[in-house]
């Protein structure tokens, strides 16, 4: 390492130069105040207001470490283990997703049509780290909330996950591309689902750091036939959607018109598109 000193000012003015290298100022700045909150438990204040204070060199070694990481495309959720969504944190790993802001606002529209209905009955395919089942439960407490997922390594993040954050879920692993084993669950008020959806002709569209570190199976599906798991959703609410009931889905932005004619074609009566916070149509609803 060549960093003058273990001085703060010093460390910040280091490191931001390396990360410089493949992350704009801003970036550079919200990842090395991530890195000295972690590991040396230091505040964005104190690292402005006491820019002389040293830190340890066990500290400056995670921090070292951590960068090399990151100028390799890893994910800073991954090298913190750890990840905020909904004003909860969960931990993640490279078996499962990194939960996105985009899937915050498919949660936060689940919840605030739902908010006055009690004891809803919710299946959340594909629970990941358990992000969806976690905030939902968090926010719509009566709601009885059933996740699964088809990874077991994913359904251990996502118990670990509901304990931490004190959230009583019904975890099953489940492949819902399994007939007979989507059959054998009960019927649901709500099906939210953000699964797997991106082509991977889409590859060259996206950040190293998302298809080079996060799990194959929870990101792609194959180029020539890239809405399956929406048919198989379709499928299943056909036959265990109480009446009334809604689905709430992440999408692929390009394919939103084909997705919302697999719903029409399911029995939906109304089908709407969302756009999300970066203007992409990306959450769909069918009634």
Same mark, same amino acid.
Request: hydrophobic share 40%; net charge negative.
């Given at each position: 390492m060549?960093?003058?000193s273990? /001085?703060i000012?010093? !460390? /910040?003015?280091?490191? *931001?130069?390396?990360?410089?290298?493949l992350?704009?100022?801003?970036?550079?700045?919200?990842?090395?105040?991530m @890195?000295?909150? +972690?590991?040396?438990?230091l505040? *964005?204040?104190d690292i402005?207001?006491?820019?002389?204070k040293t830190?340890?060199?066990?500290?400056?070694?995670?921090?070292?470490?951590? $960068?090399?990481?990151?100028?390799?495309?890893k994910?800073? &959720?991954? #090298?913190?283990?750890?990840?905020?969504?909904?004003?909860?944190?969960? &931990?993640?790993?490279p078996?499962v997703?990194i939960?996105?802001p985009?899937?915050?606002?498919?949660?936060?529209?689940?919840i605030?049509?739902?908010?006055?209905?009690?004891? @809803?009955? =919710?299946? +959340? =395919?594909?629970?990941?780290?358990?992000?969806?089942?976690?905030s @939902? *439960?968090?926010?719509?407490?009566?709601?009885?909330i059933? %996740?699964i997922?088809v990874?077991?390594?994913?359904?251990?993040y996502?118990?670990?996950? %509901?304990?931490?954050?004190?959230? +009583?879920?019904?975890?099953?692993k !489940?492949?819902?591309?399994?007939?007979?084993? #989507?059959?054998?669950?009960p019927?649901?008020d709500?099906?939210?689902?953000?699964?797997?959806?991106? /082509?991977?002709?889409?590859?060259?569209?996206?950040?190293k750091n !998302?298809?080079?570190?996060?799990?194959?199976k %929870?990101?792609? !599906?194959?180029?020539?036939?890239?809405?399956?798991?929406?048919?198989?959703? %379709?499928?299943?609410?056909?036959?265990?959607? #109480?009446?009334?009931?809604?689905?709430?889905?992440e999408?692929?932005?390009y394919? +939103?018109?084909?997705?919302?004619e697999?719903?029409?074609?399911?029995?939906f009566? /109304?089908?709407?598109?969302?756009?999300? $916070?970066?203007?992409?149509?990306?959450?769909?609803?069918?009634?």
């Amino acid at each position: 390492m060549e960093v003058k000193s273990n /001085r703060i000012a010093d !460390v /910040r003015s280091f490191y *931001k130069g390396k990360l410089l290298d493949l992350y704009d100022d801003n970036e550079a700045d919200s990842l090395l105040f991530m @890195l000295f909150a +972690d590991f040396a438990k230091l505040t *964005k204040s104190d690292i402005i207001l006491y820019p002389d204070k040293t830190i340890s060199e066990s500290e400056l070694l995670k921090i070292h470490f951590a $960068v090399r990481d990151l100028l390799n495309n890893k994910p800073v &959720q991954y #090298i913190l283990g750890k990840a905020e969504f909904y004003g909860l944190t969960f &931990q993640v790993g490279p078996d499962v997703l990194i939960p996105r802001p985009e899937t915050e606002e498919l949660v936060d529209i689940v919840i605030r049509e739902n908010k006055d209905f009690d004891n @809803l009955k =919710i299946l +959340d =395919i594909g629970t990941g780290s358990g992000c969806i089942a976690i905030s @939902l *439960k968090k926010n719509l407490p009566s709601a009885l909330i059933t %996740a699964i997922d088809v990874s077991s390594t994913a359904l251990d993040y996502a118990k670990k996950n %509901a304990l931490i954050n004190e959230a +009583d879920i019904i975890f099953k692993k !489940v492949n819902f591309l399994n007939e007979k084993e #989507i059959n054998a669950l009960p019927e649901f008020d709500i099906v939210i689902s953000n699964p797997p959806y991106v /082509r991977r002709q889409e590859i060259k569209f996206m950040k190293k750091n !998302v298809y080079a570190y996060e799990p194959d199976k %929870a990101l792609f !599906v194959e180029d020539d036939d890239p809405l399956i798991f929406y048919k198989a959703i %379709a499928g299943f609410a056909k036959e265990k959607l #109480i009446p009334g009931g809604s689905i709430y889905c992440e999408i692929n932005q390009y394919l +939103d018109e084909e997705t919302s004619e697999i719903f029409y074609g399911a029995g939906f009566q /109304r089908v709407e598109v969302i756009r999300d $916070v970066n203007d992409n149509n990306r959450i769909l609803i069918a009634r």
